[in-house]
């Protein structure tokens, strides 16, 4: 098997939960702040999600698409629901717990977008215990590598849990489920849905309305609504 990496990032148990009961196509792992990069991963690497203490399990994970850092209506705009919360108001409420800000100091916050395709979400009988390495002081995530015995056996049980989920079962996923996405070369690109789309558009147009140049366009007003990926 071709080495790979994969980063499991530390998230909270709600946006978990939102998301597999809307069953999103896309989703966007956001992180308040806005302030740094993300790169410990490149497009279509695994990206796993551990629930915070005292849930230590990986509960689901997807495939990296893009990292791009939004004021936070604009990542409503893109990606609604897919943010992990119900409103617009939730997500800011939730940045504002997280960065002990409000909403009159910082009226949309800019928050970090790592934007992942093609999610997936365990059930709980199927949840992976953390691995043996982690340090309760880690704070966002880790990276792990195939070619490591931790990362090995760490990619070995995801793979191990998708072939025998429900998605599996009923055709939605390849016999293989990694498989298909790492080899000597990859094959198979992370799709890219609506959300991403706007964002991908809105960053080659430095935010800007593509027809006035204003900085402020929305994305909605940038975008054809009938794309498909």
């Known amino acids: 098997m071709f080495p790979m990496k994969m980063y499991v990032g530390i998230t909270d148990y709600d946006w978990y ?3 597999k009961q809307a069953n999103c ?3 966007n792992f956001w992180k308040p702040g806005g302030r740094t990069n993300f790169k410990a991963l490149n497009e279509g690497d ?3 999600f551990k629930t915070h203490s005292p849930r230590n399990y990986i509960v689901g994970g997807g495939f990296f698409l893009k990292f791009s850092i939004l004021p936070s209506s604009l990542a409503w705009d893109a990606f609604g629901i897919a943010n992990g919360a119900s409103s617009l108001m939730e997500l800011n409420d939730r940045v504002y717990k997280i960065q002990k800000t409000d909403r009159f100091s910082d009226p949309d916050p800019q928050i970090g977008c790592i934007i992942l395709s093609m999610p997936f979400y365990f059930d709980e009988k199927d949840w992976i215990p953390q691995p043996n390495d982690w ?3 880690i704070v966002q995530g880790k990276t792990y590598k195939t070619s490591e015995p931790v990362g090995l056996s760490l990619y070995e049980q995801v793979q191990d849990r998708l ?3 429900e998605a599996m ?3 939605q996923v390849n016999e293989d489920p990694l498989a298909n996405r790492y080899g000597e070369e990859r094959l198979m690109k992370p799709r890219i849905g609506q959300g991403a789309f706007k964002v991908l558009i809105a960053d080659a147009y430095h935010r800007r309305c593509a027809i ?3 900085k402020r366009c929305r994305y909605s007003r940038l975008l054809i609504s009938n794309h498909t990926a």
């Open 163 to 165: 072939r025998n989920s």
């Open 169 to 171: 079962r009923s055709g």
């Open 46 to 48: 695994l990206f796993l």
């Open 25 to 27: 196509d896309e989703i």
């Open 212 to 214: 006035t140049g204003e």
């Open 135 to 137: 340090n309760s002081n």
């Open 17 to 19: 939960k939102t998301l």
